[in-house]
């Protein structure tokens, strides 16, 4: 579920959606930095799909998107928004990602 969340988050920044450069603007956050933040979400979307085979990359890349998604709802209370469901769905998913994961392997 994780990978699928994150993989059309990042999808919509990459191909330059409406929605994630009308959230930059609005952040003030310069459109150059929309699609290396595509990126991020894109990297962990594969990095929970090798987890499947080797756990340390799922491990790690669930701890970036819980990273992420912090950073990300901090970003939005800072310039005042209080538009924040959309990053506290996307972070307890990476969340539940990660603990299932350290449940399932244990801290690798």
Do not use: C
């Not at 998107?65 to 939005?76: D, K, N, P, T």
């Not at 969340?95 to 350290?102: E, I, Q, R």
């Amino acid at each position: 579920m994780g990978a699928v969340f994150n993989g059309a988050a990042a999808v919509t920044y990459l191909i330059g959606h409406e929605y994630p450069t009308s959230q930059a603007d609005m952040r003030g956050i310069p459109r150059k930095y929309v699609p290396v933040l595509g990126l991020l979400p894109a990297a962990g979307t594969v990095g929970l799909l090798a987890g499947l085979a080797v756990p340390l990359l799922g491990t790690l890349a669930a701890s970036g998107l819980v990273l992420y998604f912090i950073g990300a709802i901090i970003a939005h209370l800072r310039v005042g928004s209080r538009d924040i469901v959309g990053g506290i769905v996307f972070l307890v998913t990476a969340a539940a990602a990660l603990v299932l994961g350290l449940a399932y392997h244990g801290a690798v």
